[in-house]
Each structure stands twice: as structure tokens, then as C-alpha cells.
């Protein structure tokens, strides 16, 4: 079924209006949905249940903002906490909205837990679900997000996929119906932001010259909640660059550093979590990138960029087998040697655009009632 779903297309009318829910809660999602809800919105229905996953300014309401995602119908406040609790409160909250609003459609993005509580939610109503980047696997059962993405797949009436590696991934579990290869609708996000991101003034602001700096991301709770391995990474970092790192700081890691009394190392500048538009900036101009986010490894290539991922493993393998990112871990031997690592890579073949049209495309097609 993969591409097929050329033949049938057909333009929206008015009276082909779906209703479509679209279930988000944490900020790389609120990335992948701007382009696709833009869209959406032009010729159907479409409610935003925010879960409140992530509630802070700087997580989430700037996001909106800058993306121009219309306000969310619903916040449903859930915050933090464990796993179980945090995703048993979406579960009872979103299906509270389901009922009351019956859509024709539920979408989830990513592989977060607004992401599984979305899945869920709609599969025991028998709402049919729409799963916005299917496919991805890290094979590393000890991520919770592996386990919200198996889960969320496997549920999924349709799974729209961003790379044939995805697709194959889904394939291999025994899922090829409704499978649709529709490229990455971050990379959309990505090039919709382009013309403000050449205006961000972020270089100015933290005093940067290009190419002058490194950019790091940490967040893991496998690299962040145990003292010794966070002490041992940002030491690391600090030691293999010869040039400042700036260290936009998530809250799960700004509250693992004071808990465990760490000293962060003079040349690692920490600052508050970004906006997208300053993010995507300082990565651009960056020297090298060390993340654990998974998002910004395709960011990264995309952007032209090389990454260190400080992980054994990656959803995107693509930037991997181009030379563009290393999968360091956390070793510090690893780490200088993929810092100190020559160019050239391989040529950068953009992640596919036009999904978050191709997804509408599909969803116009099927006119709510075919999948
Ligand atoms: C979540 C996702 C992860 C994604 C990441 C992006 C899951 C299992 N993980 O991880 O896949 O890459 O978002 O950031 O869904 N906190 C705040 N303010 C906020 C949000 C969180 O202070 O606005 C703090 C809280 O102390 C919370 C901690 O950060 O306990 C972790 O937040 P949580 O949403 O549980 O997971 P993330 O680590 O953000």
C-alpha cells in the first residue's frame, strides 16, 4: 500500500469534513504536528488535546507560539511523574475528550507518553488511530520510548512512516497494511521555519561566532538521573572541545545536577531550554553537536551539521551510515574520537519533505470512514 494512495486521491470538499483529534503533550511534538495541523485545518475539523506533559514556558507555550499552532481546545494538566501514573492520567483524561467530542479520527505523533495515552485511548473506543512517524526502533527495550512506539504501532490503523528503514521495521513486526512512506514532517517543520530562523539574533545574544562554539542536549534519564554517568559526560565534553559549549539545560537535568551537587565545567555555558527558532539557528552554526535527543540527530544532518550522539543507539540510521553522526555512548575514548573526526561525509540527501501534505492527502482520501 505504500505510495498507493496516489490513485486515489481526490481534493477536499466541504462536506468531506473530518473531524480529527490530535493528541500532543511534550515539545518534540508539538514540532512534528505544526506543519500537518496547518494543513489539517484548511479543509477539516481539528480539535488539539494538549496533555500537559510538558506545562513550562520554555517547553511548550513557545513552542505554540512560534510554530503557529492554534491554542490547544484542551490542556488536560496531567505534568509529571512516573511512568505508570503519568500515562494513566492521559489515558483517563483523553478518553473523557474522546467521548465527549467523537472523532472521527485520532492522530499521535512521536513516542512520547501523550503519545501511548493518545493510542490507547482510541483503540479501546475503536476510534481509528493515525500514528505520525510509525516505525522508527532504537531495538533497545530499556527506552520508554521504544515501548510507547511498539505499542502505539502495533494500535495504529494507519501508520504513516518517515524513512523505508521504518517501514521495513514495521513490516518485520507483521504490519503492512495502512503502512504509508510519507517522509518526515520535522523536516517540514524545519523548512517552514527557515525564513525566521536566518533572523534569529541568538549568535549576538550569547556573543558566538560561527563554527566558534558546540551545542549539547542532554535529557536521558539513562544519561541524567544517575550522578556518576551525568559527572562523567559533562567532564567529557568539557575536555574533548577546545571551544565553549552551550548547554541549553532540560529541567529533568538541571534538577539531576543541584540534587547531586555537580560542578558544571567553566567552558560548558549553561542556558534555559530554547525556542525552535533560536534552536535550529545555534544548531546551524554550531562546530559539532552532542545530543541524546533523537530529533536532533536528524536535525543536525539536516542542517549540515555532525553529531555525537551520546547513545549506543539511533531511530535514524541514516545519518549514521552518512558519516554525519557517531553513536559515541557515553565513553569517553568514544567521544574524543568521534569529536576529533575528519570531514568529508557524504552528501546530504535532505529527509523527504512534503509529508505533512502527503498525510492530508491520505487522510482526504479516506474521508474518515475508510481506514
Ligand atoms: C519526554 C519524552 C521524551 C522526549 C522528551 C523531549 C517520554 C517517556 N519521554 O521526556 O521521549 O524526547 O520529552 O523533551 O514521554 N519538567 C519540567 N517542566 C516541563 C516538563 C518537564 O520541569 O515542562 C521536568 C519534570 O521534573 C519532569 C521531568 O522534567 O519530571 C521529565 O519530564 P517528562 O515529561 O517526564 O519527560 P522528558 O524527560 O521531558
Known sequence: MILEYAKSLKPCTGSDKTKIATVVGARPQFIKCAPVSRLIRECHQEIIIHTGQHYDEEMSDIFFKELGI?????????????????????????????IKEQ??????YGDTNSTVAGALAAAKLNIPLAHVEAGLRSFDRTMPEEIN???TDHLSITNFSPTYAAVTNLKNEGITGNVFLVGDTTTDAMIMMMPIVWRSDILNR??????????MT???????????????????ISGVSNLPIIFPCHPRTRESIFRNGLIVP???????????????????????????????????YNLGTPCITLRDTTEWPETVNTGWNTLAGTDPDQ????????TPFDQIT??????????????????????
Open 70 to 98: 492554534p491554542k490547544p481546545e484542551y490542556n488536560l494538566g496531567v505534568g509529571s511523574g512516573t511512568h505508570g501514573e503519568q500515562t494513566a492520567k492521559m489515558l483517563v483524561r483523553i478518553e473523557y475528550v474522546l
Open 103 to 108: 472523532p472521527d479520527i485520532v492522530m499521535v
Open 149 to 151: 512506539r511498539i505499542v
Open 206 to 215: 550569547l556573543n558566538l561566532a560561527k563554527k566558534q562554539y558546540c551545542v
Open 218 to 236: 542532554l535529557h536521558r534519564p539513562s544519561n541524567t538521573d544517575t550522578k556518576d554517568v551525568l559527572s562523567t559526560i559533562l567532564n567529557t
Open 266 to 300: 567553566a567552558n560548558i555555558i549553561v542556558v534555559p531550554p530554547m525556542g525552535y527558532t533560536d534552536m535550529l539557528c545555534l544548531m546551524k552554526h554550531a562546530y559539532r553537536i552532542f545530543t541524546d535527543s533523537g530529533g536532533m540527530q536528524k536535525e543536525a
Open 335 to 342: 567521544i574524543k574520537k568521534a569529536f576529533d573526526r575528519d
Open 350 to 371: 535532505l529527509y523527504d519533505t512534503g509529508a505533512s501534505r502527503r498525510i492530508v492527502e491520505i487522510l482526504n482520501g479516506m474521508n474518515g470512514d475508510a481506514i
